[in-house]
């Protein structure tokens, strides 16, 4: 491939990969960074949210000129009652990121409309027939396969509305679970961007992947009509599916992406298992890559296989969790996992969201009598009794936007 390009080639601009290079540029100057993007545009089409509490010093400060809206805490809705948490709550969307991306790095350092069919740990291959050779290779392309994998999918559609009037939303429904209950636990999510557009995503906790995007659109427009809102039109739209995982193995997804460069994100199985937000995971692998001391092609390979496997081992609670979800509720009756879920403690969901749940926590979410049937949360617990559904490549190829 002749010489060196780069220091450091990152495959994806999406979430993951654009945080690493922010990151890299922040505390790494020194090296240069190539950001291949198959698109014209970086980041993709999607809407990232997540909680002040998930937060380090550093991944606050790296996330600052991220943030597209904030708020002083966020509402949930259930059948039996309407809480408000005063967690900080943030979100972003592409459009910042891609902004963000071409102010950090210089131009000749993104590769837009760059389809990579082959990497090795030191190169890049594009379908064009260009190659690019670098000091080390990250992956960060989104979930590529799904071996061993078993659980379920989180699926939504999400619109931006433009309303005739205010929505008079103080802050983001985070799950309003007092909607009809469809295709396993369903809730919607508003996020209040400005007084008269909200975001509004229609959710699923399913155990097939298959997605309705006319059918959603319709419940949406439901959901606004009930909400007392005038519609003007749509000013963005979102949809995916990803995977809610119960169990499996790190090394057989590590080995599902046929190559041995390093990888990051949500190929490399970083994102929480239950909630599946990626954003926090992301952010602080970038942060702790970027602080690492060696940065040459074996230090990059072992540092992601080791952080990799080290937050796969420790994600085993919030798996299980996800099993009790989907092998131990009846689909029509998740939402009363969830609405028992959020009578606990307020720090307590801080730290699960943030995936770092004290044992004191794990003993909490399961004491007291389960809002399943008792005999199949004991067969979850025992691991004797009913299991999760496996995820193969087959539901993967119908997924439409999903992790990036």
């Not at 291959?125 to 799904?146: K, M, N, S």
């Not at 992301?282 to 080791?306: H, K, M, N, Y």
Request: proline fraction near 5%.
């Amino acid at each position: 491939m002749g010489a060196t390009q780069a220091d450091i080639a990152i495959l994806g601009g999406g979430l993951a990969g654009g945080l690493v290079a922010l990151a890299l540029a922040r505390w790494r100057p020194d090296l240069s960074v190539m950001v291949f993007e198959r698109d014209a545009a970086l980041g993709g089409n999607h809407v990232w949210s997540f909680f002040a509490t998930d937060l380090s010093a550093d991944g606050e400060e790296l996330v600052a000129p991220l943030v597209d809206a904030a708020w002083a805490g966020y509402d949930v809705r259930f059948p039996d009652y309407v809480r408000t948490l005063v967690t900080p709550y943030r979100a972003t969307t592409s459009h910042r990121l891609d902004r963000v991306l071409r102010q950090a790095l210089p131009a000749q350092a993104l590769v837009t409309g760059a389809h990579v069919v082959a990497c090795t740990p030191t190169g890049v291959t594009l379908a064009d027939g260009r190659e690019f050779a670098a000091g080390a290779v990250i992956d960060a392309r989104g979930i590529h396969d799904l071996p061993s994998i078993t659980g379920g999918w989180q699926k939504f559609l999400g619109q931006r509305l433009k309303l005739a009037r205010p929505h008079r939303l103080a802050r983001p429904i985070v799950m309003d679970a007092t909607v009809a209950q469809h295709d396993g636990y369903r809730f919607v999510y508003c996020l209040p961007f400005a007084s008269d557009e909200v975001f509004v995503e229609d959710t699923y906790y399913a155990d097939d992947p298959a997605l309705d995007r006319d059918l959603l659109a319709q419940r949406i427009a439901a959901y606004a009509r009930a909400m007392g809102w005038e519609v003007l039109g749509v000013v963005a739209e979102e949809q995916g599916v990803l995977p809610v995982v119960a169990g499996g193995d790190f090394d057989r997804l590590r080995g599902a992406a046929g190559h041995r460069a390093a990888l990051a994100g949500t190929r490399a199985g970083l994102f929480h298992p239950l909630t599946s937000y990626s954003l926090p995971d992301g952010l602080r692998f970038a942060v702790a890559l970027a602080r690492w001391p060696g940065l040459g092609t074996d230090d990059i390979s072992t540092f992601c296989e080791q952080y990799g496997r080290s937050h796969w081992n420790k994600g085993w609670y919030y798996r299980m969790l996800s099993a009790m979800l989907f092998a131990a509720a009846q689909p029509a009756d998740r939402y009363r996992v969830l609405q028992r879920f959020y009578r606990l403690d307020r720090r307590l969901i801080e730290r699960f969201y943030a995936g770092q749940s004290s044992l004191a926590d794990k003993a909490r979410i399961l004491a007291g009598r389960p809002p399943v049937p008792i005999g199949a949360a004991l067969g979850v617990l025992t691991g004797l009794g009913a299991r999760a559904n496996q995820l193969d490549q087959g539901q993967l190829d119908q997924v439409s936007g999903g992790i990036s």
